[in-house]
């Protein structure tokens, strides 16, 4: 006997069905993974923002928060190394500090209600509307939140820039091998102001346009 298996063709609407089923099925797996799930899941398809953990170095970040450090001093218009101090007046400084761009600061937590991030200091690698993601100097990548909590940083009180530097021309990074007197703004001179995150709590893009109205008191 001669047994013959003739196998029948899959028609078009069950191959449709098929495909259908497979992308309802997938559809259920990604609502059950949440919105940070999703996010994950798609951040390279979707240009979203990605991080490897392995590439939390502090040192490999110094370059940004050097060009952090020219920022704040074309901002700011801060006077020379040689020339003298100048008092930073609060209302000339904290409108430009709103909407000033923090990806390369160093931050600390100085309050909060959340216990286990008190004292968590680093360079801001990546801000979003409710957290600031940090890299410490024990190369570990923290997320901090904003909400309930008192941020303290540090902007420099003499200009980083060069004397013969011009505002249309590109801020230069420092390269760390000719400036080993100043790693950090910590090891400078410097002043610290306080950074409330609940008042705090939108993108840096956001913050460019909008109008922030003063307030008396601000509790944690």
Not at 4 to 14: C, F, G, I, M, V
Not at 34 to 59: C, I
Not at 73 to 99: D, V
Not at 125 to 136: L, Q, S
Request: proline share 5%; hydrophobic share 40%.
């Amino acid at each position: 006997m001669l047994l013959l298996d003739n196998a029948t063709k899959e028609s078009r609407l069950k191959k449709e069905r098929d495909a259908k089923r497979v992308k309802v099925r997938a559809a259920k797996e990604r609502k059950k993974l949440g919105v940070l799930g999703r996010r994950q899941g798609t951040a390279r398809g979707m240009g979203l923002w990605g991080f490897d953990e392995s590439q939390a170095k502090f040192a490999l970040f110094l370059p940004l928060h050097h060009l952090w450090l020219g920022y704040m001093s074309e901002l700011l218009n801060l006077p020379q190394l040689g020339g003298a101090p100048r008092a930073l007046s609060g209302a000339a400084i904290h409108p430009k500090l709103l909407k000033a761009d923090f990806h390369g600061s160093i931050i600390r937590v100085h309050q909060t209600k959340n216990t286990a991030i008190l004292g968590i200091s680093g360079i801001v690698i990546h801000e979003t509307e409710g957290t600031f993601k940090v890299v410490t100097k024990e190369n570990k990548l923290k997320v901090l939140p904003k909400q309930n909590s008192v941020f303290t940083f540090a902007i420099p009180v003499h200009s980083t820039l060069p004397a013969t530097h011009d505002v249309n021309s590109p801020l230069p990074i420092p390269s760390l091998e000719v400036n080993k007197e100043l790693k950090t703004v910590l090891d400078g001179a410097h002043a610290l102001l306080e950074l409330h995150g609940n008042q705090f709590c939108f993108r840096a893009a956001d913050r460019a346009g909008r109008k922030f109205k003063a307030k008396e008191s601000i509790e944690l």
